[in-house]
């Protein structure tokens, strides 16, 4: 089929490492809780859509929470860092500014402690990233195309129309950005329980069907010992009945190429195609912290990987945004998206009323995320939706096989 999205072309943000970038941000990270206040007021004061705060609450150290916010330092559209830390955490702020140093980033840092209290800092903050924003209006602008990009696709408050419609959508474009060169990243694994011989027989190789065997026992394993599967009392209000149909559901969103492999938490796709991202905690810390506690947190793993956009695909509806990348909010369910039309970006539910094909709502996506692309905002976007959420979780940085004990 001739598709009308395969020439779409923008232009993006040029960065040191090669990669290309959907918008050009100055992120305000705080270190601990204590410096949560001053950094927030930074980005309240600087009143810019490009000025964003995330941050670790933390005091102490959590090697899965460092290395996600170095992957946001990181991220392709990000262009500045201002880091704000207490000055006796263990996640110094100075060790930040290095990393977007060394990225080609506009960065800067500083301890409230150093600086004389709240008021002293906020003002040398906001100054600092004024500066910053001027600065980036000289980033060097280049042609982007969707082979340019990283998407990824989560789901939150299902219901019956996921399955039918909204993941479906989600999926048929999956497999059309990876004809055209792109990268598409799925989660989600404990919502895929029941699955595993669809998930395996869609691996590229060897090493990719053991990535995935080993992922989803792990997250058997996982939601045994929390004695909790993913499938909440709003599933079924919104007419879902098991784990395993909302399983199929949320596995639609993936479509149907070959699985390359298996993300960790702020792990980069080696190559464009199809990839599934791991965000349970590793055995031995299955307990500390909890697998996508809200949605935003799988948001923000799914950022960590450098897509440019998330899509949030939800039945009930949501109002999240996200910080870094923007969010595009889209639902199977026509009904939720006239109610909520404010929030949701997208109705794949006119699939169900015969309104379009599957093809051409698929297309509709392509062009809105084309749209997204070269600087249309999105609904959280204009409504000033950024949230994140960066917990303590315990995860290795790859995917780490057992090997196999022989006799």
Known sequence: MERGYLNLQWEGFSRQDDRLGIRNKVLVIY?????????????????????????????TDNEYAVRLLISLIRHPNVGGV?????????????????????????HAWMFIQTEGGTNKSIQKGVTLVSEMLDALKKTPRVPMT?????IGAECGGSDYTSGLAG????????????????????????????????LTARAVNKRAREEIQYTYDKAL????????YSVSPGNFAGGLSTIEEKSMGALIKSGTKPIEGVLKVAGKPNHPGL?????????????????????????????SCGCHIVLLV???????GSAVAPCVKI?????????????????????????????????????????????????????????????????????????????
């Open 167 to 198: 993941n479906v959508v989600v999926g048929r474009f999956y497999d059309s950005l990876v004809e055209m060169g792109g990268t598409a990243i799925f989660e989600e694994i404990v919502e895929a329980i029941g699955l595993i011989d669809l």
């Open 314 to 320: 939800t039945g009930r509806g949501n109002v999240v």
């Open 146 to 150: 969707m082979s340019d990009l990283v």
């Open 31 to 59: 270190t601990v809780e204590c410096s949560s206040f001053v950094a927030k007021e930074i980005t309240r004061i600087s009143d810019h859509m490009d000025v964003e705060c995330v941050g670790f609450s933390g005091c």
């Open 275 to 303: 990839w599934l991202l791991d965000s349970t905690p590793d055995p031995h810390w299955m307990q500390f912290g909890i697998t996508n506690p809200n949605d935003n947190e799988g948001l923000m793993d799914l950022i």
């Open 82 to 106: 201002l880091a704000v830390g207490l000055g006796c955490e263990y996640v110094q702020a100075e060790w930040l500014a290095d990393i977007a140093e060394k990225e080609g980033k506009q």
């Open 221 to 228: 394993e996982y939601c045994k010992s929390v004695r909790q």
């Open 331 to 407: 639902t199977g369910n026509s009904h939720t998206y006239a109610r909520m039309k404010g929030d949701m970006d997208f109705d794949a539910g006119r699939v169900l009323a015969g309104d379009c094909t599957l093809d051409q709502s698929a297309e509709s996506l392509a062009q809105m995320i084309a749209n997204v692309a070269s600087g249309v905002l999105t609904k959280s976007e204009s409504l000033g939706h950024k949230e994140y959420f960066i917990p303590y979780k315990y995860q290795e940085k790859q995917v780490t096989i057992p090997p196999k004990c022989t006799m």
